[in-house]
């Protein structure tokens, strides 16, 4: 599973990545979590607002920070 946190290295940003991983290690689950910085390839992902998340190519969640029961959700 691949993870993928859009943002521009924001407190929000953080914060979703942090929700991920709290998430992943409860439920025992691994996933390759990757950051993405880059503006460009944001816009060409279609993300518009950040924080923004996309799991295994589908975005989920965009323009707020996800909650863990969101996270776990997006797992099952």
Known sequence: ???EVFGPGCARC??????IKTV?????????VVKITDINE????GVLFTPAVVVDGKK???GR???AAMVK???I
Do not use: F, G, N, S
Not at 26 to 31: F, W
């Open 42 to 45: 944001m816009v060409e992902r």
């Open 24 to 32: 992943l290690a409860e439920l025992k689950r691994e996933a390759e």
């Open 14 to 19: 953080a914060k979703t990545e942090e929700v």
């Open 73 to 75: 959700d997006w797992l």
């Open 1 to 3: 599973m691949k993870i």
């Open 60 to 62: 989920v969640c965009e």
């Open 65 to 67: 920070i996800p909650t």
